[in-house]
């Protein structure tokens, strides 16, 4: 697959790019002559590896390996995921901050009333856990697959945001 080099659209080895206009490599001449083979274009950054690897690289590292994405990658479907890994990994913050705060109440409340229910919160600690392990590795699968999956709250802001 060919891609834009100034907007990062999907050419399709058009001469020009069907999505901004650019002119893509060297074109052949108009008199129809013999001109010399044009160099090949040099691809930037990681536009080199497919897209579908950077798709899945985004979350290996969480929010970090999303930003580097976000920042270098000019394709749609690269930005896309690393938008989003950078939004599943504040998620994960939010719910965590959320997780703490329910636990002290919980706690609190339960020395007050000297009925122990404490406790309770210390067996929603894995569940969250084990529920965002899951998330990550779906969203890497999802990834590798090409696929544009979007996660229910964050998948629409991240693709208005990024503009894929």
């Avoid at 309770?120 to 590795?137: K, Q």
Wanted: hydrophobic share 55%; charged share 10%; aromatic share 12%.
């Amino acid at each position: 697959m060919a891609f834009c080099g100034s907007c990062g659209a999907d050419t399709a080895g058009s001469a020009f790019c069907p999505k901004c206009g650019a002119a893509q490599g060297a074109a052949a001449p108009a008199g129809g002559g013999s001109a010399p083979a044009a160099a090949p274009v040099a691809v930037a950054g990681t536009e080199a590896m497919a897209e579908n690897i950077a798709g899945l690289l985004c979350y290996v590292f969480g929010w970090l390996s999303g930003l580097i994405f976000l920042l270098i990658d000019k394709r749609p479907f690269v930005r896309f995921h690393g938008a989003q890994s950078i939004a599943l990994n504040i998620g994960f913050i939010v719910v965590w901050i959320g997780y703490l705060i329910f636990s002290f109440i919980i706690t609190a409340i339960s020395v007050a009333i000297h009925i122990p229910i404490g406790f309770l919160s210390f067996f929603l600690m894995p569940v969250i856990g084990l529920a965002f392990l899951g998330t990550w590795i779906f969203m890497m699968i999802k990834a590798y697959g090409h696929e544009k999956y979007k996660l229910p709250i964050i998948g629409n802001m991240v693709e208005k945001m990024v503009g894929a």
